[in-house]
């Protein structure tokens, strides 16, 4: 675990090498197919499970990753292999680690397919009908999609029961300074590799602007440009702000962490040691 641009992915793929482990992503945003940029998605995404498993227009939460985690998880413990579990979405990892059981079940992938092509005026009556009082913005067909899933797959709540993993959980911890010049950068990179043609090809392929892969911290800033306002310097303001303002809030989440190991992650050395202690603290309590 750790806040964003605090070198989480080096370190986890390090160490699922050294283990042969599996890799999972932890990030609520590089499940989306085509946020690559701004999601700052790793160089190869292929190697883990669950990046790029949705559209941008779909909504997906906690409980659709869990559900979706559970059985790669049961499959690779079946195989006598290690897992590698990293993201900077905090609830993902807490709900699995320590095992909730009060969330609500994904609605299944045929309920889903077959809301797809049905007409707006059709879900909203098929809404109206089952719950007349609805506060959802009827003019939204993502949002209408959404409440009717949940309507139809009722108040199924997902059982989280985990293989018997030896687990262990360690966060990266680096210096606000530090992490807050790294974010300027970062910023500034994705920004030269594309990031604003990144967005304007998911609308033109018919992303809408308000859809749930947009809420991705940056993507509006990126949208108003495309729209002429901001002008690029400010757009690249805007983001850093917003990611500097998310970077507090993962540390505040880090702090009550249950049974997290805090390793430093300040400097480029204290990535590879990071990486050595992790590994150390693993092999200390009996075999992999």
């Not at 979405?89 to 397919?113: C, H, K, Q």
């Not at 293989?163 to 680096?174: D, T």
Request: aromatic share 6%.
């Amino acid at each position: 675990m750790g806040p964003t641009a605090s070198g989480k992915s080096d370190v986890a793929e390090s160490v699922a090498e050294r283990l042969d482990a599996r890799l999972i992503n932890a990030d609520a945003f590089q499940v989306y197919k085509g946020l690559n940029i701004g999601t700052n998605k790793p160089s190869d995404p292929a190697r883990y499970d669950l990046i790029d498993v949705i559209d941008p227009s779909e909504g997906f939460g906690v409980g659709n990753w869990v559900s979706r985690v559970l059985p790669i998880l049961q499959e690779t413990f079946l195989e006598g292999r290690s897992v590698v579990v990293v993201g900077g979405t905090g609830l993902y990892i807490r709900a699995l680690f320590e095992e909730y059981n009060d969330m609500a079940a994904a609605p299944s992938a045929d309920l889903r397919v077959s809301l797809q092509d049905v007409p707006l005026q059709d879900l909203v009556d098929r809404l109206l009908e089952l719950d007349p009082e609805t506060l959802v913005d009827l003019s939204n067909p993502v949002r209408v999609r959404r409440a009717l899933e949940r309507l139809l797959t009722g108040d199924t709540r997902i059982k989280v029961n985990l293989p018997p993993f030896r687990r262990f959980k360690f966060g990266l911890l680096a210096d606000p300074m530090v992490l807050n010049s790294r974010i300027e950068r970062r910023t500034e990179e994705m920004w030269a590799k594309g990031w604003p043609e990144e967005v304007s090809f998911l609308l033109s392929t018919g992303v809408p602007s308000h859809a749930p892969g947009f809420r991705a911290i940056g993507y509006q800033s990126v949208v108003r440009y495309l729209l002429g306002e901001p002008d690029a310097e400010e757009a690249k303001r805007n983001i850093c702000l917003r990611t500097r303002q998310y970077a507090k809030r993962q540390r505040a989440w880090l702090r009550s962490e249950p049974s997290l190991v805090g390793l430093s992650a300040t400097t480029e050395s204290d990535i590879a040691t990071a990486v050595e202690k992790i590994l150390a603290a693993v092999k200390s309590r009996g075999e992999k």
